[in-house]
T-cell receptor, first 114, second 114 residues
Framework: DSGVTQTPKHLITATGQRVTLRCSPR?????VYWYQQSLDQGLQFLIQ???????AKGNILERFSAQQFPDLHSELNLSSLELGDSALYFC?????????????FGPGTRLLVL | GESVGLHLPTLSVQEGDNSIINCAYS??????FIWYKQESGKGPQFIID?????DKRQGQRVTVLLNKTVKHLSLQIAATQPGDSAVYFC?????????????FGQGTILTVHP
C-alpha cells in the first residue's frame, strides 16, 4: 500500500458525460501527479500540481482539467467523454515537486466509457 | 520518447534464475530514472531509482545499471520468485528540480515459472 488513495475504483459512464476522479496523496506529500494508462498509449503523464498550483502539463486534453485543493487532495475532471477515454487513471504523489523525487502511485480508477 | 504500449516484450524465467530487464530511454537530458513493477489490477509500485551521476545502484535482490552513453537502463532481479511476475516499467524524468513529469517505457512482462 503506497498511501495514495483514489476513488472511485471503477467508473462506467456514457459518451458525452462528465466524471470526477479523486485522489488523496500520501501524508506529507505536497505534489500530486495524474497519469493515464491505455492499451495503445501506455502510461502517459497528464498534469502535476504542487501545493495547489499547476506545475507541469503533459498530454492532457482540453476536455480534461484538474485541481488541487487546500487540503492537498486533487480531482481530475473529464468531460464530453469519448470511447477513447476509457483507461486506467492513476494519481501519484511526492513530497516535493522536483524531477528527482520518487513518485508513489495509487491503485487507480478504471474508467469505462460506453 | 512517448510510451507505446502495443506489444510488450516478454521475459520468461524459472524460479531461482536471475532476470535482466532492459530499457532504452529517449532523452539525454533525463537525470533521474525509476523502475516500477505493476501487478494486474494495481498501480505501479516503486522498486528502485538511480540518479544520472551514478551508473549502478543496488537494493534488496535488485540492481539497476545506467549507461548514459547509449541511453540504456537495466534492472537485474536476483533469485527471481513467482511473486516477481508482473509488468516492469522504466521511467525517466528530465524535470531536474523543477517538475516531476515521468516518461514511461512500454513495459516488459516478466513471467516466473515455479
Amino acid at each position: 500500500d503506497s498511501g495514495v488513495t483514489q476513488t472511485p475504483k471503477h467508473l462506467i459512464t456514457a459518451t458525452g458525460q462528465r466524471v470526477t476522479l479523486r485522489c488523496s496523496p500520501r501524508s506529507g506529500d505536497l505534489s500530486v501527479y495524474w497519469y493515464q494508462q491505455s492499451l495503445d498509449q501506455g502510461l502517459q503523464f497528464l498534469i502535476q500540481y504542487y501545493n495547489g498550483e499547476e506545475r507541469a502539463k503533459g498530454n492532457i486534453l482540453e476536455r480534461f482539467s484538474a485541481q488541487q485543493f487546500p487540503d492537498l487532495h486533487s480531482e481530475l475532471n473529464l468531460s464530453s467523454l469519448e470511447l477513447g477515454d476509457s483507461a486506467l487513471y492513476f494519481c501519484a504523489s511526492s513530497v516535493r515537486p522536483s524531477g528527482v523525487e520518487t513518485q508513489y502511485f495509487g491503485p487507480g480508477t478504471r474508467l469505462l466509457v460506453l | 520518447g512517448e510510451s507505446v504500449g502495443l506489444h510488450l516484450p516478454t521475459l520468461s524465467v524459472q524460479e531461482g534464475d536471475n532476470s535482466i530487464i532492459n530499457c532504452a530511454y529517449s532523452n539525454s537530458a533525463s537525470d533521474y530514472f525509476i523502475w516500477y513493477k505493476q501487478e494486474s489490477g494495481k498501480g505501479p509500485q516503486f522498486i528502485i531509482d538511480i540518479r544520472s551521476n551514478m551508473d549502478k545502484r543496488q537494493g534488496q535482490r535488485v540492481t539497476v545499471l545506467l549507461n548514459k552513453t547509449v541511453k540504456h537502463l537495466s534492472l537485474q532481479i536476483a533469485a527471481t520468485q513467482p511473486g516477481d511476475s508482473a509488468v516492469y516499467f522504466c521511467a525517466e524524468n528530465a524535470g531536474g528540480t523543477s517538475y516531476g513529469k515521468l516518461t514511461f517505457g512500454q513495459g516488459t512482462i516478466l513471467t516466473v515459472h515455479p
